[in-house]
């Protein structure tokens, strides 16, 4: 049997998503800023479902003031994350990423500007926003160029994605075609 004090430990940081997996995000003390800062980009179907707290239960080993934010349980386009206020222990590094799939060059565009904060981390439509975390922003049918049978097509397509740091898709097209 499982002790009382461990359910409510696991209901209390369990999403509010039927998602079966959730990305777990650890900021230093930034939570609430930066689920406010991507819920404005996403917009539709993104938002904030719920935030828990610290208490002074375990203050000696979490170091955080009694009633400040613990975790954020958000949502972006309908994908559900959950953002921790875990102190400065930790930061994220390019071995993981989240992709946006756009469906045109206009959305490619919009989340660039929106969250690109570091020129010198762009490359093949990659990007780091002002909170550490890197991002790919790639046109819908990516994966199908660069997997096309027609593997002169899919070189082209890869040569030319690889010289860019926004991608355009335009360019993208025309390489695959060869024109």
């Not at 875990?86 to 989240?98: C, T, V, Y």
């Not at 660069?146 to 991608?167: C, I, P």
Request: glycine content about 8%; overall charge negative.
């Amino acid at each position: 049997m499982v002790p009382i004090s461990t359910i409510n430990f696991n209901l209390k940081f369990g999403t509010t998503s039927q998602q079966k997996i959730t990305t777990h995000f650890w900021f230093g003390n930034q939570a609430e800023e930066v689920t406010n800062f991507y819920v404005s980009i996403f917009g539709e179907d993104s938002g904030i479902n719920e935030k828990t707290y610290y208490s002074s239960e375990g203050q000696e080993i979490h170091g955080m003031e009694e009633g400040t934010v613990m975790t954020v349980d958000f949502h972006l386009r309908g994908q559900s994350f959950v953002a921790l206020n875990g102190g400065p222990n930790f930061k994220f590094n390019e071995a993981i990423s989240l992709m946006i799939n756009c469906k045109d060059q206009d959305e490619i565009d919009y989340f660039w500007e929106k969250l690109s904060a570091d020129p010198k981390a762009e490359q093949c439509g990659w990007l780091k926003d002002k909170f550490g975390l890197s991002w790919q922003v790639v046109p819908e049918g990516m994966n199908e160029m660069l997997n096309a049978g027609d593997r002169e097509k899919a070189k082209r397509a890869m040569r030319a994605m690889l010289q860019m740091k926004k991608l355009d898709i335009q360019k993208l097209k025309n390489a695959f075609e060869g024109e």
